[in-house]
């Protein structure tokens, strides 16, 4: 039986970077995938192809001049859309990049293995004995690995009532996930989109911008209620501006496709409410994705959610067995999945390896996009932290307003005595960039007044972020 220092279940962007930094840091590494192609939800189904149409789309949206594009001075004559060139492109780069992740594992020596990976709960030695099961369900591979780590991620999650219809997928899919709200084979006429959720502002987006009406129900009474109130309220003024219709305080209770067609019932207070459309986007969250991996085995039981519970190093509850990404708890961020895997590598090569949760960003790629990070107002007043605060509006910034991207604010939270940045919101075209800076601040526990010290390019949109930071220390220059 070949063996391994350590073998990985899921190749996606926790799995497959952790494979790397285990290999550079000398481990001997197999990487188990279910799937035909490496790079998990992230490059598949998710990060990748979500923002390559989030690009068309804006590009599609700015040329029908609702952006203003004849305020440079520039007509679009007869405007075209080609959605399976669209939709081509997309999967061009989404092919480009997983197989990006095969050609590294050849150069870093990681095995790579395709199968369904699970635990038979055996043991060789120390060693746990993995089986990477093949499409016939037989085991093609029985491998040995002193670490095992569990980079399964994550699959989507539904609510009663609602009946998938995905299995023809782009035109049959009348009722789907995200997955096929990435490839459907027209614009829809009339989108409902269940959960004003990131998926459900990036794909509604996406499908707004290329015509359709688009209606969200959310059951939270209001937008991003995770974030600041007042970017929370910005946003929504924005996509209404775009024309997206939002019910919020509603509880979806049936979806179903009939046909071409699609209804969806849902609870608006005492009152029952249908809406009749042509396609519906399920984005009500996701769950882990632990389903064949033989937990059982080893004594492994996931929590209430499913997720797999670990220590701050990642370890779980079982000896040599270790697990990140989504399918431990906490946020479902790529970013974050490779930043969990890094660390548990390390310390399985005798690192000090570290995840600090206050530096993590999250970003909603619409546009303007939405970051933030850190610590909101109202987390700190519940826990009785004194803090001051920075704001500066994009209206003011010289670069924006060349660049006719005025909408949105930069917003930095700071400690009221030790002026350390506690968090950070930023509503902005390419405000997934700018909140990089903030991260590495909040990284070297760095103050406003470092932020405010520091030179920045001008004229930047970045500009917006050092105003912002004198603006927590009452010293903002130009608004
Ligand atoms: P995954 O990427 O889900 O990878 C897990 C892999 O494990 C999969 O390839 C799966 O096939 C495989 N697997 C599962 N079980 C087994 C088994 N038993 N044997 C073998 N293989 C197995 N996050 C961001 O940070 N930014 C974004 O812009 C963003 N956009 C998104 C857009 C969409 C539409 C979606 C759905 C998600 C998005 N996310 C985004 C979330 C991001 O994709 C996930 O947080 C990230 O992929 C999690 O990485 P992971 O490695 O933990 O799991
Ligand atoms: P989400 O948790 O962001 O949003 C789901 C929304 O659905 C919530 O607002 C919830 O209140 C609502 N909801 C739940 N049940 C409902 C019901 N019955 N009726 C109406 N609304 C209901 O989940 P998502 O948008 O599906 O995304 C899944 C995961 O993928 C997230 O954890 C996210 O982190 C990740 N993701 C990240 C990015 C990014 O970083 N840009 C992009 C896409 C996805």
Known sequence: MDSYDLIIIGAGPGGYVAAIRAAQLGLSVACIEKDATLGG??????????KALLESSEKYYEATDKKGLAAHGIAIGQLELDLTKMLGRKDKIVKQLTSGVAMLFRKNDVESLHGLGRFTGEREGQKHVIEVVGADGKPAHTIAGTNV????????????????DILGSGAGARVGTSTEALSWPEVPEHLVVIGAGVIGLELGSVW????????VLE?????????ETDVGDAALKLFKRQGL????????????????AAKVTYQDGDEQKVIDCDRVLVAVGRKPMTDGLGLAQIGIEPDRRGCIGVDDHFRTSVEGVWAIGDVIPGPMLAHLAEHEGICAVETMAGQPGHVNYEAIPNVIY?????????????????????????????????????????DGFVKIVAHAQTDRILGASIIAARAGDLIAELAVAVEFS??????????????????????????????????
């Open 245 to 260: 219709a939002f019910h919020f305080g509603v509880r979806v209770t049936a979806a179903v496709a009939s046909g071409d």
């Open 366 to 406: 619409t546009h303007p996009e939405i970051a933030s990070l850190g610590k909101t107002t109202a987390e700190l007043d519940e826990a009785g932290v004194p803090y001051r605060v920075g704001k500066f509006p994009l209206m003011a910034n010289g670069r924006a307003k060349a660049l006719g991207e005025t």
């Open 446 to 479: 760095a103050s406003a007044e470092d932020i405010a010290r520091s030179i920045h390019a001008h004229p930047t949109m970045a500009e917006s972020v050092k105003e912002a930071a004198l603006d927590a220390l009452g010293r903002v220059i130009n608004f």
């Open 149 to 164: 780590l569990i980079a399964t991620g994550s699959k989507v999650a539904s609510i009663p009532g609602v009946e998938f």
């Open 41 to 50: 939800t992230c490059l598949n189904v998710g990060c990748i192809p979500s």
């Open 208 to 215: 707004a911008r290329l015509g359709a009406k688009v209606t």
């Open 219 to 227: 059951y939270m009474p209001r937008l991003l209620p995770t974030m």
